[in-house]
């Protein structure tokens, strides 16, 4: 019944979204088209291009061409690429998608251990240093921080390329790529989810069952990985399901640092070179990318919590 | 308890205000005039913090550039509290039903579109402007301050006192302004800070990639554009606007934490023992 629910508020977010992208770039004043070709297109070129993109016909029919076209991997074509929009986007997505997922994979495993030393050891020494550290990396900006990795490991000590992407016929070169921007990605990202898997962690040490099982001898470690951890586990995958997005969206932008061939950059060179249809398809295939995460990531908690599975 | 936390985020925070309105009447140098033989100068004591590829002081520029990045998170703080609150509260007013059902959902709706995502859409439609930047940043703090102020709400609406004003005769809208809103004010002035500094960084990411301010509007971010393709030849420019960010970004948060414990010290022992 719960997945029932879930799914079906995921189907009804998904199709609302499509509206809403499908709303902004084509409904809201301004034609496409004309915007596509700039001040000083002549109204006939206007008028073969509106009819090229199908825009003379009706709005309605015109969203169930495009949302049906999404259904079925057909995106449409790229004004500007004269290409598929799907072969645009499914070349960078093997770009952007690992590179989150990298992120996500480092920022966990960072986050994870200092985040419970932080909370076995609160108010101790090792927690102050461990809060400044992440109130510090909260407040750093990835692509300032990533600039800075640049110079050290790529310019300076050359264990890694500064940017592009050589592609994953060599899968160690591509990891090699990805690296430098995966940990610029991960470090705001595990500070916040140390904080709250530190705070989640008290938060159950403090409760009645902990003492019981302290009282019968268990170790205050033992305690943390027999009892402790599992509980906290709700507000932390919580955070780790709502990082995928912060992480796709934080990708878009360290892309840049890196030139790194992903979605971001295909997006930016859409919105130069005024490419609509690929700037639509590429957004709703993020938003769809996020809700389907957060859908997954509820469906976790059913795993983690049996309480949940109704 | 004024905290450690509260005055070292205070003063933080309020240097940079001041620099920010301080820059209307007074920069060391005219961000505008360019000097091309005073092009990328390290920091002395002429140019406290250096010069930029075209000679600008940088100091200066961080200066007006704080002027954007306050003005920008702040203003989308304001929208977001300005229409997540009351939908928050009307939620919470009508817990359960239609109204609520569709605001939350709708909430979810919003929280699938990163910042980012929202002013790419604007500027494929506008073009770049700091406006696109508002709103964009202002649209993503929406569900944030719709989902506190329910959450905050629902648990007040079952209190004695609230009965009573419902005894009384007052209706929801009455009820959840003058006696819901100013029992959240204090999670909301907390949550506001916090909403605060996560909109200068992303103004300041937006500004790198060029979807907010545009030149010649100083704006940290796109200082440290500038800065990326020089960074080995003139790392001060890139260092400086980047501290300038943490700098602020820190004393924000840390102001956050501070407030949290003067308006809610029972908070204070999970957080800190």
């Known amino acids: 019944m719960h997945v029932a629910r879930r799914l079906l508020s995921l189907v009804l977010t998904l199709v609302v979204a499509s509206v809403l992208i499908f709303c902004v770039i084509e409904v809201l004043p301004g034609d496409p088209a004309a915007f596509m070709l700039g001040m000083n297109a002549q109204p006939e070129a206007v008028d073969a291009l509106r009819a090229q993109m199908g825009l003379d016909a009706g709005l309605v029919s015109r969203y169930f061409t495009w949302a049906g076209g999404l259904l079925t991997g057909d995106f449409g074509a790229s004004y500007t690429y004269r290409v598929p929009v799907a072969e645009l986007i499914g070349d960078r997505v093997w770009v952007s998608l690992p590179l989150a997922l990298y992120a996500l994979l480092l920022s966990t495993i960072i986050a994870f251990p200092i985040g419970i030393i932080a909370a076995m050891r609160r108010g101790k020494a090792a927690d102050y240093g461990i809060m400044g550290a992440t109130q510090l990396g909260i407040a750093i900006p990835n692509f300032w921080f990533a600039m800075f990795l640049v110079v050290i490991f790529a310019i300076n000590l050359r264990w890694v390329r500064a940017g592009g992407f050589p592609g994953w016929e060599d899968p160690l070169a591509a990891i090699g790529a990805l690296t430098l921007p995966a940990i610029a990605l991960a470090l705001p990202q595990a500070s916040i989810l140390a904080r709250i898997m530190r705070s989640a962690l008290i938060d159950t040490l403090d409760e009645d069952y902990v003492r019981t099982a302290r009282a019968k001898g268990l170790s205050q470690g033992g305690v943390v990985r027999g009892h402790a951890l599992r509980n906290a586990m709700i507000p932390v995958l919580t955070i780790i399901g709502l990082q995928f997005s912060f992480l796709l969206a934080g990708a878009i932008i360290i892309e840049n640092v890196f030139y790194l061939p992903g979605l971001g950059r295909l997006l930016f060179q859409a919105i130069n070179q005024r490419d609509l249809i690929v700037v639509e398809s590429t957004v709703m295939l993020l938003v769809m990318a996020v809700v389907v995460v957060t859908f997954l990531v509820d469906m976790a908690y059913a795993i983690v919590d049996p309480r949940l599975r109704r | ?273």
Do not use: C
């Open chain 2, 1 to 273: 308890m004024i905290s450690r936390n509260l005055i070292l985020g205070g003063v933080l925070s309020g240097l940079f205000a001041v620099l920010a309105v301080l820059s209307f009447v007074w920069t060391p140098f005219d961000v505008e005039t360019l000097s091309i033989p005073d092009r990328m100068l390290r920091p002395s004591g002429t140019h406290w913090l250096g010069t930029d590829q075209l000679g600008r002081d940088i100091f200066s520029m961080l200066m007006v550039g704080a002027r954007t990045s306050l003005a920008v998170a702040l203003a989308s703080v304001v929208i977001g509290m300005g229409v997540g609150v009351p939908l928050g509260l009307t939620a919470a007013a009508r817990r359960d039903g239609l109204l609520d059902d569709v605001i939350m959902r709708g909430n979810d709706l919003i929280f699938a579109f990163p910042s980012i995502l929202i002013a790419i859409l604007f500027t494929a439609l506008v073009g770049p402007s700091v406006w696109n930047a508002i709103l964009a940043i202002g649209i993503f703090n929406i569900p944030v301050f719709a989902r506190l102020s329910r959450g905050a709400a629902l648990s007040l609406w079952s209190r004695e006192y609230i009965m009573a004003a419902r005894v009384a005769g007052k209706g929801a809208a009455r009820i959840s302004a003058e006696h819901i809103l100013p029992n959240i004010a204090n999670l909301l002035i907390v949550q506001g800070t916090i909403q605060f500094s996560v909109g200068i960084l992303v103004e300041a990411a937006l500004s790198y990639v060029g979807l907010g301010a545009q030149p010649p509007l100083p704006s940290w971010g796109r200082m440290l554009a500038d800065a990326q393709t020089l960074i080995s030849l003139a790392p001060h420019m890139a260092l400086f606007p980047g501290l300038a960010i943490v700098l602020s970004v820190l004393g924000l948060n840390l102001m956050g934490d501070g407030l949290r414990d003067v308006f809610d010290p029972k908070l204070k022992r999970g957080r800190a023992r």
